[in-house]
């Protein structure tokens, strides 16, 4: 208990804790979209762009509260997901992949051109709001929120879907309803994300939320494991973790950080914890720790 103080007493770890709970949140929702509902989305990081920069600019503009800002930048987000999830749900594999894709080149140049949103220069001045507790948080809300709907009716829906689609709509499920919902769920989280990076680091860039951030927060549900819960966040510490444990080798650690990605690909192509749900392993911590049963007695 005395080293996690000692971690979080030191602002550098701070930070870099900070920023991984922020990832997570973003990687939860896009885990809900490609884990479990079967649906590439490769511009996941424009929805996270979209809390932020409304987050950001609530903060600036209208002076209203943190939290209410940070929850209408999700909800703004969301919105814009229910925008594109509408027509390019319809399509499937690659095709999604690609509107996605495109999407999020869209909002990336429209932030870049945009006079209130600081343009190419960027938007600073951002008051700091977010900390640890904060995000700790709202990471254990989100990974509570998504066990919940990965272990209902919609969870299931979802992953009939994501097995077959076809099947899934011949008993009754409305696929397209269903992924427009899953989409924007996961859109809300990028927004929330966003908003806690604006508020952390007080600075925000279009240039931030690239493709490379969505291919970012993709390699965390991915190396996790898709469809897991604990491979999402085991994913995403191995991979924020990396880059700030190997500084000592600078020069190579771009190097090893793609080796490794590349042995995970080679050795544990479904992840690290690939099908494995959150359920399924608090069973097996419980009956671990489950004291023996006392032995009856006998004749």
């Known amino acids: 208990m005395e080293f996690l103080l ?3 007493n030191n602002p550098y770890y701070e930070q870099v804790l900070t920023m991984m709970g922020i990832y997570l949140i973003a ?36 002076h209203t509260p943190f939290l209410v800002n940070l929850l209408a930048g999700g909800l703004i987000a969301a919105f814009c997901g229910i925008l594109l999830a509408f027509p390019s749900m319809r399509l499937t594999g690659d095709y999604l992949g690609i509107t996605t ?4 080149e869209i909002v990336r140049v429209l932030f870049i051109n945009m006079e209130i949103t600081g343009g190419a220069i960027g938007l600073a001045g951002i008051p700091k709001e977010t900390d640890f507790v904060t995000v700790f948080v709202l990471v254990i809300l989100s990974v509570w929120g998504l066990y919940r709907i990965v272990n209902s009716r919609f969870g299931r829906a979802l992953a009939a879907i994501r097995e077959d689609e076809i099947a899934a709509e011949t008993m009754g499920v409305n696929a397209l309803m269903y992924k427009v919902e899953s989409f924007s769920i996961g859109c809300f989280l990028a927004g929330i994300s966003g908003g806690l990076y604006a508020h952390s680091l007080q600075y925000i860039n ?3 939320f690239g493709f490379a951030k969505s291919f970012e927060l993709l390699n965390f549900v991915v190396i996790g494991g898709l469809g897991s819960i604990p491979g999402t966040v085991l994913g995403t510490a191995v991979l924020s973790l990396a880059p700030e444990f190997l500084r000592f080798v600078k020069e190579y650690r771009m190097l090893i950080y793609g080796a490794l990605m590349v ?18 392993l608090f069973r097996r911590l419980k009956r671990r720790t489950k004291p023996p049963a006392a032995a009856s007695g006998g004749a």
């Open 101 to 104: 894709l495109g999407f999020g």
């Open 27 to 62: 990687a939860l929702g896009l885990n809900l979209i490609t884990g479990y509902t079967g649906q590439f989305s490769f511009g996941h990081a424009a929805f996270m762009s979209i809390g932020a920069y409304s987050s950001a600019l609530m903060t600036l503009k209208m």
């Open 263 to 280: 042995a995970m690909m080679v050795f544990r192509p479904n992840g690290i914890l690939g099908g494995v749900n959150l359920g399924d």
């Open 6 to 8: 000692d971690i979080i």
């Open 206 to 208: 279009p240039s931030d």
